[in-house]
């Protein structure tokens, strides 16, 4: 990333008053969309969640048949291909299998083939954020991608999270998108400045792998269930998530993926000594595409929609397959010993439950915390707390979506950081846990 001092003749005067006011007040509106709380019925929320949440109160069924339509005309589509190789036989059997879900929750309103009701509900949750809070928000996503805002955030805080991270300003932007809306969204926004040449392949993987903490609401959630203070929580997890990434970002298999762009195009990173406001919106007009906002939106929703399609039908396999695996204790009980053995080492508090909710966190992270007995000690949950809002990898989220839209991602990249994450949270947990009772004797 260059760094670079600003242009005696970059002067705010000399930029279009259009092209100011535009910047400024659609990226003010992606803004307040996304991460500015409002007071709505007495309640704190944000708007995107308030404009989805109406949806889905008024129009889910119509919501559903939708996505059985698309899933549907997927399926056709591929079916009347002439040539199939073995994964478009796979893919298709798949959707009709998902097809036959969906048809059966539309009609019957439950999920016969489940039997836990729990991953039931935490499924229902998933499949609403990818069939209306994605499309939804990718009508605003133009106003937080596409008019200034990632220049800014590259000329404020390159020189920081460079220094630290080993990546641009603008994955600050991208890490609230996961901290405060979810992390499909924030998949999809990677994806998206991938795939436009505005992130680099290190940065993208980086991301993909390491930012999808539980978003904010999850995290309530969280330290209400496991009776933890909040505030307790977050200080915690936050030191603990910046440490890892700290030297996940200097470690393989992160370290050794190419800096380069999936295409090459006129946007530039840049890193701004003095007059960051006046630089960044200075080029960003120097590198913007003149596109139709109106065009814009349609093209980021159309997207979406494509990208949800076919992600609904490995999401509810994945989460059947889940279904399957947790009812078998055998299978749980194997893979927890493999953590059970670290953290006894370590001598950790009640080590077998955390090892467990470990396990079942890989699977899917709420239906840990909600498997688990709340009648162990302070420490141990709030243990679980952390590395479970941090691990960053579940087999129901971003495997599901880097297998679908990112297969440069390889499965040994996401075995690597998952195992190298949960090591280097343990051993910090580790080393703050005896620091304290040291202090505390």
């Given at each position: 990333m260059d760094d670079i001092k600003p242009s005696k003749s970059t002067k705010i005067s000399e930029i279009d008053f259009k092209d100011f006011i535009k910047i400024i007040s659609f990226s003010a509106l992606g803004i307040c969309i996304f991460f500015f709380p409002v007071i709505i019925n007495k309640q704190l929320i944000f708007p995107i969640f308030f404009i989805t949440d109406l949806v889905y109160l008024k129009y889910e069924q119509f919501v559903y048949i939708c996505v059985v339509v698309f899933i549907a005309l997927l399926s056709i589509k591929q079916i009347g291909k002439n040539e199939k190789d073995l994964i478009d036989k796979i893919d298709i059997t798949l959707k009709l299998v998902s097809l036959l879900i969906l048809i059966i929750l539309i009609t019957k309103h439950e999920f016969i083939f489940f039997k836990d009701e729990d991953l039931v509900q935490i499924m229902k949750e998933s499949i609403f954020k990818i069939t209306i809070l994605?499309?939804?928000?990718?009508?605003?996503?133009?106003?937080l991608l596409d008019y200034g805002l990632l220049y800014l955030f590259d000329c404020f805080f390159s020189r920081f999270t460079k220094r630290f991270f080993r990546v641009s300003g603008k994955n600050i932007l991208i890490f609230l998108i996961f901290f405060f809306i979810d992390s499909f969204l924030g998949f999809y926004v990677v994806y998206k400045l991938y795939k436009e040449g505005k992130l680099r392949k290190n940065e993208c993987i980086n991301a993909v792998l390491n930012y999808p903490v539980l978003n904010f609401s999850l995290v309530i959630y969280i330290s209400t269930q496991l009776k933890i203070n909040f505030i307790t929580l977050v200080i915690c997890y936050s030191f603990i998530f910046a440490i890892t990434n700290i030297i996940i970002c200097r470690i393989y298999p992160i370290k050794n993926k190419q800096k380069t762009f999936f295409v090459k195009n006129k946007y530039k990173e840049k890193s701004c000594r003095k007059n960051k406001f006046k630089m960044a919106i200075s080029l960003y007009l120097q590198n913007k595409e003149g596109k139709n906002i109106f065009k814009n939106i349609l093209n980021y929703f159309n997207e979406v929609i494509n990208i949800a399609s076919n992600i609904i039908p490995i999401l509810l396999i994945s989460f059947l397959f889940t279904d399957i695996l947790?009812?078998?204790?055998?299978?749980?009980n194997t893979l927890s010993n493999l953590y059970s053995m670290f953290f006894e080492k370590l001598k950790?508090?009640?080590?077998?439950?955390?090892?467990?909710s470990i396990t079942l966190g890989f699977f899917n992270q709420i239906y840990s915390i909600e498997a688990l007995n709340n009648a162990i000690t302070f420490v141990s949950r709030l243990i679980i707390a952390i590395i479970i809002i941090c691990q960053g990898i579940s087999f129901t989220t971003n495997i599901v979506f880097i297998r679908l839209n990112m297969r440069f991602i390889t499965y040994k990249d996401i075995l690597v950081v998952y195992i190298e994450k949960i090591l280097i949270m343990s051993l910090i947990i580790f080393l703050i846990y005896y620091f304290y009772l040291g202090f505390s004797a």
């Open positions: 994605l499309p939804i928000s990718s009508l605003f996503l133009p106003f947790i009812r078998n204790d055998n299978i749980i950790m508090p009640y080590y077998d439950y955390i090892s467990k």
